[in-house]
């Protein structure tokens, strides 16, 4: 067969005739049984490249269905590890805080620079610095939870800064503490010097609420100190003026001291003054030293 | 990237009937098309199918779709994901033709509408009776087919694995005149053909 006489043939075939034409090729199918067959033939040629194609095509489909699963599995593979991974990550880190905070725990009591929120300042002197807070979580700090961690963490401002950086725990002795008129140092004493001392503030708030003894200004003196630490410094700035209704002269110094630093910290630059000043003025008191380097660099600094 | 590529009707008409490349970027475009699918694959498990018959008739309709377009056959009358979906409908109520031969169906029962799209099946004993002529004419010539569809040499030619315009038109021919050779030698063919449109 020619390349003219399948051209002929095509035109046909694909409805490209005047129906003149038309009726000429189908009179001579007809009659002209050798040109039928090429007709045929063409037909069936058209019938097999179809064939070619969908063989080609049907191959390709396999080809893209099977990347299209791959391509799935492997996504849900990733997500799989990925999740793995950061699930081991948080592990890791949950591990590492716990190990540190054990590490702290376990200072002796007599170090009174323990407090975790001054070595994260002494590591990081930027402005901006978000200070992580608790130690341990019990069953019974729900609701404390929600009193403070609404304020955890925050960025801490320059004042904030500050006070944190002159704030030093002091430790104290269970013989300090007076639950009753008996002298003998009793559990729950014991209890409270141990939760202050290893700075389970958390706890230590909590078991002091339950258990409230006679000398309530002591008892806001160190929940003062809970709360400072867990930085909840309007709690902490409400229950150092609290203890400062002392007659223990010592005491009060002490909760003079602190209350400067909460009003320092909740930016009541002011009142913080007003109190330093008395502070600086008493040449022998605890503080004194450490309330002119304060003013001092309140002054140069703020 | 086909990812971020934005397919018009037309463009996709002209790829499937353009190179090998784009042709394969076009169909998968409709391969890999979620919500034709979902629409497809509900349209079947409504009416009595299964996953299994989804997937057939899913990898039918894609050939079926590619031929008539190729063969040019959509006339643009709709979108073409519509034809598509209406090629699929058809061929699932035939599908299921076959295989409750007692239950008669009509096509209004599968929301059927007056701008079905054609279909035509060639019969499959001769699909069985041409498969080993194609395997007999060899990869060089099924590659010569496959660009023959829409292609001149010359255009053959420039994309470079199948040689010069010359020996293509050459090889062409002698493709061509194997085919008629083994199409000959079984006279049966023919007898195929009467159902055929052309």
Known sequence: ????????????????????????????????????????????????????????????????????????????????????????????????????????????????????????????????????????????????????????????????????????KPNILASDIRTGSNHTTNEVEKIIADLFNNNDFKKLIIFLDKNPFEDKSYMNYLKGHAYFNLKNFKEAEINFKQALLTPNLERKERAFWFLSLSLLANGKKNEFLTIIQDIIKDNDGLYNKKAIQVKKSLDLNY | MDLFKIWTDKALIKAINGTPTERERALKYFFDNKSLKKSIENHIIKYGGTNQDFDDVWQDTLIIFDKNIRNGKFLGESKLTTYFFGIAKIHWLKTLGKKRETVEFELKDFGNDKNEPPYEEYDPELKIQLEPILSQIGEKCKALFLGYAE??????????????????????????????????AKPELRTFLKSLIY
């Not at chain 1, 409805?15 to 009659?31: D, H, I, P, V, Y």
């Not at chain 1, 049984?33 to 064939?51: C, M, Q």
């Not at chain 1, 793995?84 to 200072?107: A, D, I, R, S, V």
């Not at chain 2, 994309?159 to 199409?183: E, H, P, S, V, W």
């Open chain 1, 1 to 168: 067969m020619t390349n003219e006489e399948k051209a002929y043939i095509e035109q046909y075939l694909d409805n490209k005739m005047t129906l003149a034409a038309q009726q000429r090729f189908e009179a001579r199918l007809e009659s002209d049984p050798d040109f039928a067959k090429k007709v045929d033939f063409v037909r069936l040629e058209r019938v097999s490249i179809d064939l070619i194609f969908e063989q080609d095509l049907r191959k390709k489909m396999k080809n893209w269905k099977t990347q299209n699963t791959e391509g799935g599995v492997l996504k849900y593979k990733t997500a799989i590890l990925t999740t793995l991974l950061l699930l081991g990550l948080g592990f890791l880190l949950y591990w590492l805080n716990q190990k540190h905070n054990n590490h702290e725990n376990k200072q002796p009591a007599s170090n009174q620079d323990t407090l975790p929120i001054q070595n994260k300042l002494r590591q990081d002197t930027t402005q901006q610095i978000v200070v992580p807070i608790a130690n341990s979580k019990t069953l019974n700090e729900d609701s404390l939870n929600k009193s403070i961690d609404k304020n955890l963490p925050q960025p801490i401002n320059k004042l904030k800064d500050l006070a944190i950086a002159n704030y030093e």
């Open chain 2, 151 to 184: 292609y001149s040499y010359e255009e053959l030619a420039t994309q470079g694995t199948l040689g010069n315009a010359d020996a293509i038109r050459k090889d062409m021919y002698r493709c061509r005149q194997r085919l008629y050779k083994l199409f000959d």
